[in-house]
């Protein structure tokens, strides 16, 4: 069975600092990973997915997040936050068919 | 285009109780998949459908139940409700049931 793991419930940063969340996971087969974001009090939103080809994909607005498949890891990078990207991020992973198991999400709070 | 819409928002109810939650996908998608999420825990899932036929089933007990309408909407309904049973339950739609899932805003359900 596949299993997700965010290495840090909370990361609290500058407004303007580099922000790394962490997300390893346990599959036998080949995966589909996402990132999701998740604002108080709505739903989930794709931030972005890998599925094959690069291994380094990237979002719309400056997030990119990187499959290591040695490391089974696909860690979220922004290189500069905005107070508007303080939310919960979750990460999760998809094998057969579209059931996703999703990791425990990480709090990011972005402080001025 | 609509997004994914659940009704209703938010609900209260007590312990034994059934509740019946309710979602209605994107049009032209003909899979919907719901999700529990317990307050601090990442979502769970608990049911796939697709062209009214339930694809999936996770680890739940069998006071869950769900179906689809040939209009592709979709009940979860839970029966003698627990406590434990209070959450954001989020309802997702994807056009084949093997691609991108899209969220809707969940349904809180308070149960006392």
């Known amino acids: 069975a596949q299993s997700v793991t965010q290495l840090d419930s909370q990361v609290p940063v500058f407004e303007e600092a580099p922000v790394e969340l962490r997300c390893n996971y346990s599959?036998?087969?080949?995966?589909?990973l996402f990132w999701y974001v998740q604002y108080p009090n709505q739903g989930l939103q794709l931030l972005l997915k890998y599925l094959s080809g690069s291994t380094l994909v990237e979002s719309i607005n400056g997030f990119e997040a990187e499959f290591n498949k040695s490391q089974t890891s696909f860690h979220l990078r922004k290189p500069s936050v905005h107070i508007s990207d303080t939310a919960e991020y979750f990460c999760?992973?998809?094998?057969?068919?579209?059931?996703?198991?999703f990791g425990e999400g990480t709090q990011l709070t972005v402080n001025p | 285009d609509a997004g994914v819409t659940q009704s209703p928002t938010h609900l209260i109810k007590t312990r034994g109780q059934h509740v019946t939650l309710r979602c209605s996908p994107i049009s032209g998608h003909k899979s919907v998949s719901w999700y529990q999420q317990v307050l601090g825990q990442g979502p769970q899932f608990i049911f796939q459908?697709?062209?009214?036929?339930?694809?999936g089933r996770g680890n739940f007990p069998d006071r869950f139940s769900a179906r689809q309408f040939p209009n592709y909407s979709s009940e979860l309904n839970v029966n003698a409700l627990l406590l434990g049973d209070s959450a954001l339950y989020l309802c997702?739609?994807?056009?084949?049931?093997?691609?991108?899932?899209?969220f809707g805003p969940g349904t809180r359900l308070t149960v006392l």
């Open positions: 999760a992973v998809e094998t057969s068919g579209s059931r996703l198991t």
């Open positions: 459908y697709y062209e009214k036929e339930e694809r």
């Open positions: 599959s036998s087969v080949s995966v589909y």
């Open positions: 997702a739609s994807s056009p084949r049931g093997w691609d991108e899932q899209f």
